[in-house]
């Protein structure tokens, strides 16, 4: 049985940072072709799909992330990461982990929260 499992989640004032991990259980990251990723949707916006990483280490970001997040991988762990820095009150949403065996471009064409594997999902929230 598949599991993920989010965590760093929390309230910081803009321009804060915030580091969320994703542990997986039941996958083996280090397949050869294999898509973690980070999306989120706050209150009545649409899902978002905000960086994704292949098990090769090609990483993929969102316009509205890049330069601040950094997402990475530990396949020996099966965990990834999505370090977030000079937050904005627009990035407040329910952040959720995903994992898929394909590669993060068939996933993105599937759509933002394609994955086949989802969290629960942890809040973040950036007070201006």
């Known amino acids: 049985q598949v599991q993920l499992a989010e965590s760093g989640g929390g309230s910081v004032q803009s321009g804060g940072s915030l580091r969320l991990s994703c542990q997986a259980s039941?996958?083996?990251?280090?397949?050869?072709?294999?898509?973690m990723g980070w999306f989120r949707q706050a209150p009545g916006k649409a899902v978002e799909g905000v960086a994704a990483?292949?098990?090769?280490?090609?990483?993929h970001y969102a316009d509205s992330v890049k330069g601040r997040f950094t997402i990475s991988q530990d396949v020996a762990k099966d965990t990834w990461y999505l370090e977030m820095n000079s937050l904005k009150p627009e990035d407040t949403a329910m952040y959720y982990c995903?994992?898929?065996?394909?590669?993060?471009?068939?996933?993105?064409?599937?759509?933002?929260?394609?994955?086949?594997?989802g969290g629960q999902g942890t809040q973040v929230t950036v007070s201006s």
């Open positions: 039941g996958i083996t990251a280090a397949a050869s072709t294999f898509c």
């Open positions: 995903g994992a898929d065996p394909l590669s993060c471009m068939t996933v993105q064409n599937i759509g933002p929260s394609g994955y086949n594997y």
């Open positions: 990483v292949d098990s090769d280490g090609s990483r």
